[in-house]
């Protein structure tokens, strides 16, 4: 079975400071997606970024990249320059073999000024 | 482009009382669809996907059930509502049969949710 682990309840971080969120995931498949999205207050889903098991580099987009440590089974997201506006819920997600996917429980990001 | 909608956005339903919520897709076709629920503070839990018409996998046994009578319109009902049924449900689809490595491999997109607060 897929499990997905973020240890982080909560994290806290200055405005336009950078930001690591961590994610673990567990699967028996040699192929699989990860994947992280945001959820506002408002409770939409947002998607980010996204890694593949065989992408031999670390997925960027704009202050967003992720850092995936293949042997570490870890994919954490990094934000870079922190904005008031990235304060939401962060999740990180794996794709199952039928093309759903395993959701973390989350982490809150507040963003101060 | 292609949207997603879901409605109604904000529900309150009393114990023992039916359900119906409904998601349409716009602009694709022949996606996969899931329902999904987040309890409040929790992650989100898978409860339905379908890959075609008529076409329903529950991950999760429950009071729940889901339909897809049409090509993007997916139905999550309930016969009698359960005070643990209170939570956020969320609607997604995704392309199906994405060839690998022709980009991000089955991002979902999410519709804007329905809140379900049953008394």
């Not at chain 1, 969120?21 to 040699?30: E, F, H, K, N, Q």
Request: glycine fraction near 8%; proline fraction near 6%.
């Amino acid at each position: 079975a897929q499990k997905i682990t973020q240890t982080q309840p909560g994290m806290f971080v200055q405005e336009k400071e950078a930001v690591t969120l961590d994610c673990t995931y567990d699967t028996s498949d040699p192929s699989y997606g990860l994947f992280w999205y945001k959820q506002p207050s408002s409770g939409e889903m947002i998607f980010l970024i996204y890694q593949g098991s065989y992408d031999q580099q670390n997925a960027t987009e704009g202050r967003y990249s992720l850092n995936f440590q293949k042997a570490r089974k870890s994919a954490n997201l990094v934000i870079s320059a922190s904005q008031l506006g990235d304060s939401a819920m962060y999740f990180c997600a794996m794709r199952n073999p039928y093309s759903t996917l395993t959701f973390g429980k989350g982490t809150m990001l507040l963003v101060s000024p | 482009s292609q949207t997603i909608h879901q409605w109604p956005a904000t529900l309150v339903q009393p114990v023992g009382s039916p359900l119906s919520l409904e998601c349409t897709v716009e602009g694709t076709s022949n996606p996969n669809l899931y329902w999904y629920r987040q309890a409040a503070g929790r992650g989100l839990q898978l409860l339905f996907y379908s890959v075609g018409i008529g076409q329903i996998s529950s991950e999760v046994p429950q009071n729940l059930s889901a339909s897809r009578p049409q090509d993007r319109q997916f139905i999550l009902s309930s016969k009698k509502l359960l005070l643990s049924d209170s939570g956020f449900y969320l609607c997604a689809w995704s392309v199906r049969n994405r060839p690998r490595g022709a980009g991000v491999e089955n991002e979902q997109f999410f519709g804007p949710g329905t809140r379900l607060t049953v008394l």
